[in-house]
């Protein structure tokens, strides 16, 4: 069984920055492609990020390009989210997601997620 852990969410101003950590277990986190999605208040869950199972190939949301960048640690077996120039509107609690195989910008279609971390932004 995969197990997700994420960490590093917190407040911060608009125009700061914070990376996001999801820690992986239980499974060959070489074999699975790591995303993050996220969810505010009364919305559907978003997709933000993924990464391909070998690490090559990245995607992102219109929404966050060119201010967010996600990489993995094959040692550590860890997913980052590094988020720069952060804006009111990237208020939400983050989730990691694992998926065997290649990724998906479907919330339903990855198999494990972490619990989330809340980031906050502040105008």
């Known amino acids: 069984q995969v197990q997700l852990v994420e960490s590093g969410g917190g407040l911060v101003q608009a125009g700061g920055s914070l990376r996001l950590s999801c820690a992986a277990s239980?499974?060959?986190?070489?074999?699975?492609?790591m995303g993050w999605f996220r969810q505010a208040p009364g919305k559907e869950h978003e997709f933000v990020a993924g990464?391909?199972?070998?690490?090559?190939?990245?995607r992102y949301a219109d929404s966050v390009k060119g201010r967010f960048t996600i990489s993995r640690d094959f040692v550590e077996n860890t997913v980052y989210l590094q988020m720069n120039s952060l804006e009111p509107e990237d208020t939400a609690v983050y989730y990691c997601a694992a998926r065997a195989g290649s990724w998906s910008t479907k919330w339903n279609e990855w198999h494990y997620w972490g619990q989330g971390t809340q980031v906050t932004v502040s105008s």
């Open positions: 239980g499974g060959t986190f070489s074999t699975f492609a």
């Open positions: 990464i391909g199972w070998l690490g090559g190939g990245t």
